[in-house]
């Protein structure tokens, strides 16, 4: 009976805390604010679980509905000067074949993605110098020529404010750049010396004052990550008011530092995305391939959590496997364009529709 009382009671302060941060998108303040967050993220009691993702899932219904929007991911070069600890793609790895997509081959992308419904491409890349700030401008410029009803995201790391601001004159709508980690001594854990924290919020405050829709994002269950630094991360983004979210779980690469690293888990990534939901409930918020990827139905599970964005692969087939970003990338067919089929009645099966749209921040 006392056990019963008290999984009760548990479950009325989980209630309370939730219905809380529907209202004021915000933990309490000071040591009880983390309380909270920590109660959210460790708690074993079910119904408070399956409280939390119905509240974030009918947030996001009350501003989008029930439509997935569906972005084009083309991953043009595993190149990159950086040695991001994580990263499958760092500089040092010499195990992966590199690999740059032409300028033709990058509009070819774009031009199955558009015969397939995709209205949104997603550019993502490391930080290759290849890529001249020209090079990535005249893309731009021929796909917004192309397809003028369609929006281009860019992924492709540390820029300076000037590349920002001829990228967005030449028809970027909005840049991806996860910020990892808001906490200093754990970024310093992830990354070598020459980068910095306060460089990656410098870029970010740097999109969002050019005009760009800005995302930010980290992995969960990253190296090093503790509930201290997971509640920094929402406080951040809080202050920040990203238009997009990306977080997916950390997976270990083989050929990098942290290759023998724990993942994260499932349930970890799936709570969290309710929470950025219902603290920042207009965000567009993917539901990752990394999320797919440790769960044959991640990507469902998370839209049920509250995402509302999906990203199948434009890449050209033959260079997707040298996207080393993480092992053991999933390859089952709904992830990838060709596949665009598959996933729209995988989602019509959770009560979701994937539109043609480009699906802006509401």
């Given at each position: 009976?006392?056990?019963?009382?008290?999984?009760?009671?548990?479950?009325?302060?989980?209630?309370?805390?939730?219905?809380?941060?529907?209202?004021?998108?915000?933990?309490?303040?000071?040591?009880?604010?983390?309380?909270?967050?920590?109660?959210?993220?460790?708690?074993?009691?079910?119904?408070?679980?399956?409280?939390?993702?119905?509240?974030?899932?009918?947030?996001?219904?009350?501003?989008?509905?029930?439509?997935?929007?569906?972005?084009?991911?083309?991953?043009?070069?595993?190149?990159?000067?950086?040695?991001?600890?994580?990263?499958?793609?760092?500089?040092?790895?010499?195990?992966?074949?590199?690999?740059?997509?032409?300028?033709?081959?990058?509009?070819?992308?774009?031009?199955?993605?558009?015969?397939?419904?995709?209205?949104?491409?997603?550019?993502?890349?490391?930080?290759?110098?290849?890529?001249?700030?020209?090079?990535?401008?005249?893309?731009?410029?021929?796909?917004?020529?192309?397809?003028?009803?369609?929006?281009?995201?860019?992924?492709?790391?540390?820029?300076?404010?000037?590349?920002?601001?001829?990228?967005?004159?030449?028809?970027?709508?909005?840049?991806?750049?996860?910020?990892?980690?808001?906490?200093?001594?754990?970024?310093?854990?992830?990354?070598?010396?020459?980068?910095?924290?306060?460089?990656?919020?410098?870029?970010?405050?740097?999109?969002?004052?050019?005009?760009?829709?800005?995302?930010?994002?980290?992995?969960?269950?990253?190296?090093?990550?503790?509930?201290?630094?997971?509640?920094?991360?929402?406080?951040?983004?809080?202050?920040?008011?990203?238009?997009?979210?990306?977080?997916?779980?950390?997976?270990?690469?083989?050929?990098?530092?942290?290759?023998?690293?724990?993942?994260?888990?499932?349930?970890?990534?799936?709570?969290?995305?309710?929470?950025?939901?219902?603290?920042?409930?207009?965000?567009?918020?993917?539901?990752?391939?990394?999320?797919?990827?440790?769960?044959?139905?991640?990507?469902?599970?998370?839209?049920?959590?509250?995402?509302?964005?999906?990203?199948?692969?434009?890449?050209?087939?033959?260079?997707?496997?040298?996207?080393?970003?993480?092992?053991?990338?999933?390859?089952?067919?709904?992830?990838?364009?060709?596949?665009?089929?598959e996933l729209s009645n995988k989602m019509s099966e959770i009560g979701y529709q994937i539109v043609t749209d480009r699906g802006d921040f509401r």
């Open positions: 009976m006392n056990s019963e009382k008290t999984e009760g009671n548990e479950r009325q302060i989980l209630i309370e805390i939730i219905d809380k941060l529907c209202v004021e998108h915000m933990f309490k303040k000071g040591r009880e604010g983390e309380k909270e967050f920590e109660m959210l993220l460790t708690t074993q009691n079910e119904d408070g679980l399956r409280y939390l993702k119905r509240k974030a899932r009918e947030t996001a219904d009350r501003i989008y509905g029930k439509i997935i929007y569906i972005r084009g991911l083309i991953e043009f070069t595993n190149y990159c000067k950086n040695n991001c600890f994580y990263c499958g793609i760092r500089k040092d790895n010499n195990r992966i074949q590199r690999y740059r997509l032409s300028h033709d081959q990058i509009l070819e992308c774009c031009h199955k993605g558009y015969e397939f419904g995709f209205r949104t491409f997603v550019l993502q890349g490391g930080e290759d110098a290849y890529f001249t700030d020209d090079k990535i401008c005249s893309i731009l410029s021929d796909i917004k020529s192309n397809y003028p009803d369609c929006a281009v995201t860019l992924s492709i790391g540390e820029k300076s404010r000037e590349s920002y601001q001829a990228f967005f004159d030449a028809g970027a709508d909005r840049y991806l750049l996860r910020h990892e980690t808001a906490n200093e001594e754990h970024y310093k854990k992830l990354h070598p010396s020459e980068m910095s924290l306060a460089n990656r919020k410098q870029c970010l405050s740097q999109l969002k004052e050019i005009g760009y829709q800005a995302g930010c994002g980290f992995m969960v269950g990253s190296p090093y990550q503790t509930m201290q630094t997971l509640y920094e991360d929402l406080i951040f983004m809080r202050e920040f008011q990203p238009h997009m979210v990306g977080i997916g779980p950390f997976i270990p690469q083989k050929d990098t530092p942290f290759g023998e690293q724990k993942a994260g888990t499932l349930d970890r990534t799936l709570r969290l995305l309710s929470i950025i939901r219902l603290m920042n409930p207009h965000v567009l918020l993917p539901a990752t391939t990394a999320l797919g990827t440790i769960h044959l139905r991640g990507r469902e599970l998370g839209v049920t959590a509250g995402a509302n964005v999906v990203m199948p692969n434009l890449s050209p087939a033959k260079v997707r496997d040298n996207y080393k970003l993480y092992d053991n990338k999933i390859y089952t067919g709904v992830e990838a364009a060709e596949g665009i089929t």
